[in-house]
Nanobody
Framework: QVQLVESGGGLVQAGGSLRLSCAPSGRIFSANRMSWYRQPPGNERELVAGTTSGGSTNYADSVKGRFTISRDNAKNTVYLQMNSLKPEDTAVYYC?????????WGQGTQVTVSS
């Protein structure tokens, strides 16, 4: 059974930084896609950034230039470095894994940015 465990959320002032980590357990395929999504209060879940095992990345327009997604394939761990945080970045952030035709989600970690 694949499980995703996120860490690194918290409370930060506007302009600050946080780094999220997602470490999967279980059988992880060499070919997969890992992403970060977020769900702001009262809104739908949205894609923040994604990366494939081949190294390609994509970002939501709202975070380009501020957030960086990276992965350590040896550890099957994905990171989200968030800089220049804004109050509108406040949300529950979820790690997502797609492999073998199946979706997996983490439990979410809260990020709160105060103005």
């Amino acid at each position: 059974q694949v499980q995703l465990v996120e860490s690194g959320g918290g409370l930060v002032q506007a302009g600050g930084s946080l780094r999220l980590s997602c470490a999967p357990s279980g059988r992880i395929f060499s070919a997969n896609r890992m992403s970060w999504y977020r769900q702001p209060p009262g809104n739908e879940r949205e894609l923040v950034a994604g990366t494939t095992s081949g190294g390609s990345t994509n970002y939501a327009d709202s975070v380009k230039g501020r957030f960086t997604i990276s992965r350590d394939n040896a550890k099957n761990t994905v990171y989200l470095q968030m800089n220049s945080l804004k109050p509108e970045d406040t949300a529950v952030y979820y790690c997502y894994l797609y492999q073998g035709g199946r979706d997996y989600w983490g439990q979410g970690t809260q990020v709160t940015v105060s103005s």
